[in-house]
């Protein structure tokens, strides 16, 4: 069992949808990372989110983390293909220093 | 901001040979680097942590005689994948700890080993 949990793990919509993908896991966090890494690149970070219900924006991206800090989801308003990519979601451990990535949500925006 | 450079992008290998990939970290000195490894159409998986001026620590599971990690100096790590094999192909990458949150990745390294 993984420690983060995303869903779906694929997402193929039209140019325009409005989509939700989710990262849940059984443990409380102290903070969660959104990561898009593009093919043939490295992940690289959106967002950080530290307290239970906070929410935040990136343009057409909203982030939420859940109350009890252990759930988050991300939401695109009006996707664009440009947002196709695997956007994935990591933890850092207690001393700050390791990531460990959920399974990732595979997304791709067709024109 | 923060920019970890990674090289060679991509490499095509014979089995047996050894490959050394090379995580720079280009405004910035980092102690602390991490490699990963991701297969298709999968998510980074931790291999090891790299830390300068000593071991690096492995991740359960992979094999430090194969993978060997050298962080010689602040703003260089390498990976050298001794007698590479097909099984051994895969998409590495690395990043560079700027801060107590903050990672930056490199670009990736595709190894495929014939």
């Known amino acids: 069992t993984q420690l983060l949990e995303q869903s779906p793990q694929f997402l193929s919509i039209q140019e325009g949808e409005n989509l939700t993908v989710y990262c849940n896991s059984s443990s409380v966090f102290s903070s969660l990372q959104w990561y898009r890494q593009e093919p043939g690149e490295g992940p690289v970070l959106l967002v950080t989110?530290?307290?239970?219900?906070e929410v935040k924006k990136l343009k057409r991206l909203t982030f939420q983390f859940g109350d009890a800090r252990k759930d988050s989801s991300l939401h695109i308003t009006a996707a664009q293909p440009g947002d196709t990519g695997l956007y994935l979601c990591?933890?850092?451990?207690?001393?700050?220093?390791?990531?460990?990535f959920g399974g990732g949500t595979r997304l791709m925006v067709k024109p | 901001g923060a920019v970890v450079s990674q090289h060679p992008s991509r490499v095509i290998c014979k089995s047996g040979t050894s490959v050394k990939i090379e995580c720079r970290s280009l405004d910035f000195q980092a102690t602390t680097m991490f490699w990963y490894r991701q297969f298709p159409k999968q998510s980074l998986m931790l291999m090891a942590t790299s830390n300068e001026g000593s071991k690096a620590t492995y991740e359960q599971g992979v094999e430090k005689d194969k993978f060997l990690i050298n962080h010689a100096s602040l703003t260089l790590s390498t990976l050298t994948v001794t007698s590479a094999h097909p099984e051994d192909s895969s998409f590495y990458i690395c990043s560079a700890r700027v801060s107590k949150n903050i990672q930056y990745f490199g670009a990736g390294t595709r190894l495929s080993v014939l």
């Open positions: 990591a933890v850092l451990n207690n001393a700050g220093n390791m990531l460990t």
């Open positions: 989110v530290v307290t239970g219900g």
